[in-house]
């Protein structure tokens, strides 16, 4: 039962090549969000998505695209892999937007390591 | 943008001491205050939130207060046990424009509590 689940738990892989991280949450929420925690442990939004579509996209090399098929789903696809990239991606998942005041609920995480 | 300030980034106490947290930050629209905890090699989770209306809040060992007049708000900790080891994380967000849903997370505070 769990509540917000991503695929896989770790991924290494060489530079240059294109890997997908799944998320799926089963809480009923309609909105999405995709995190990067650097080595430093700093935490920062990438994309959110509500309902489908796309509300959030920061300053995010395209590279970087994501891809909500409904809303219980959203991946992230990173094109020719960079060592930079090598970061923990975390998934997370509200009932509404957070500025209401919306608990973010944290997927267990996504270690990408890039050689 | 948002620019949230937190302080200390490490932070060292003794068993049943308290442990404070600050944080600042720079966007007086924002009306969410949420606090993270993650524990090494998991997802982070929400221990405490405040919303701009309100001035303090508890949670048995836990209570976040809020200034918004001075833009910065504090976690307390008290009677700490070493299981509150972790890493925690202040976040703001607020409601409408361009930043509707997005967490913008401070640099995270290492809290070691010592038997």
């Known amino acids: 039962d769990t509540a917000v689940s991503q695929t896989p738990k770790y991924l290494v892989t060489q530079m240059g090549n294109d890997k997908s991280i799944k998320c799926e949450q089963n809480?009923?929420?309609?909105?999405m969000y995709w995190y990067k925690q650097d080595s430093k442990k700093f935490l920062k939004i990438m994309f959110s998505?509500?309902?489908?579509?796309?509300?959030i996209n920061e300053t995010v090399p395209n590279r970087f695209s994501p891809k909500s098929p409904d809303k219980a789903h959203l991946n992230l696809h990173i094109n020719s892999l960079e060592l930079g990239d090598s970061a923990v991606y975390f998934c997370a998942s509200s009932t509404g937007l957070a500025g209401v005041g919306e608990t973010q609920y944290f997927g267990p995480g996504t270690r990408l390591l890039v050689l | 943008g948002e620019n949230v300030e937190q302080h200390p980034s490490t932070l060292s106490v003794q068993e049943g001491d308290s442990a404070v947290i600050k944080c600042t930050y720079s966007d007086s629209a924002s009306n969410y205050f949420p606090w993270y905890k993650q524990e090494l090699g998991k997802r982070p989770q929400l221990i405490i939130d405040?919303?701009?209306?309100?001035g303090e809040k508890k949670d048995q060992r836990i209570a976040v207060t809020l200034n918004k007049t001075a833009k910065h708000f504090s976690l307390h900790i008290t009677e700490t046990q070493p299981e509150d080891s972790a890493v925690y994380f202040c976040?703001?967000?607020?409601?409408?424009?361009?930043?509707?849903?997005?967490?913008?997370f401070g640099q995270g505070t290492i809290l070691t509590v010592h038997p």
């Open positions: 998505y509500n309902n489908k579509e796309l509300i």
């Open positions: 809480l009923g929420h309609d909105t």
């Open positions: 405040i919303r701009s209306n309100v």
């Open positions: 976040a703001t967000s607020r409601f409408g424009g361009t930043s509707y849903g997005k967490l913008t």
